[in-house]
């Protein structure tokens, strides 16, 4: 009896090991073809859609958006948070306090580096929604409030350099029930 219960657990987590990775297939699959846009593009970012320009950076690994009155924080021990606020095109603010997923070590141009937390939001682009991994950043030095890197691009969005507002298709926000 031993025997089979070990052999009808390690089929089952044989079947789970092949079972994750079709799941995964089958969300890549659930967004459709990717869609032409031009290198700059309306992106919306968050729940409540708020309107940014943005770059897409096929250069970049991740995402990136200018974030004011950054804040850094703990809850507990070890759990770091962030409160900031993103200001969209028309003007319109919106504040956040997020969970910190992790940090990453960004090299700047002087040969130095920034620290800088990474946090997750939806973002679309196109008519196409997505959860973003974003590290805040103050981009003011920067004609673009977000970027958009190939992690949130891959499988969603082909870029044509060469074209600039091209999507046919506006972000709308979710239904918030």
Known sequence: MKI????LIGSLVGL????APLAAA???????EPIMLGYIENVAVGNKALEMKGKLDTGADTSSVHAYNMKVYQRGERDNWVK???????GRAIRYDQNVIR??????KTGGSIRRPVIHLPLCVGGRWGRAELNLADRGDFEYDILLGREFL??????????TFVAEQECEAPDED
Request: hydrophobic letters at 40%; charged letters at 35%; proline letters at 0%.
């Open 4 to 7: 089979l219960r070990i052999g």
């Open 103 to 108: 940090f990453v070590k960004i090299k700047t």
């Open 84 to 90: 900031f606020r993103l200001i969209g095109k028309d």
């Open 16 to 19: 789970a090991g092949v079972l």
């Open 154 to 163: 891959a499988n969603r969005v082909l870029v044509d350099s060469g074209r």
């Open 26 to 32: 089958a969300e890549d699959e659930s967004r459709g």
